[in-house]
């Protein structure tokens, strides 16, 4: 059992349930290839669109400052990697 006062667990329940108040969904996903998800959180939550692989418009940020992004909104810890 996953500890309930664990920071990212709480983080993800409270994101679901505010995810249901909301007037529509946006998500980085690629509706043909992740069908059966997105039919599965439209059965309990509002309206969902599937706009990605966002990933390919990265080509077109024009401001410096977001390019570190990248598709990625968490910074990555890289010493972790090695």
Known sequence: MKDPNDFLLK???DEAERAK???VIVLNKF???EHDIIDTLLSI???I???GP???HLNQI???????LESN?????SECLE
């Open 49 to 51: 669109y599937a706009v």
């Open 62 to 68: 024009k401001d410096d400052d977001l390019k570190f």
């Open 11 to 13: 983080f993800v329940m």
């Open 73 to 77: 909104l968490w910074v990555e810890e």
């Open 31 to 33: 509706e043909e290839l």
């Open 21 to 23: 108040k909301a007037s």
């Open 45 to 47: 939550l509002p309206p």
């Open 54 to 56: 966002l990933h390919i």
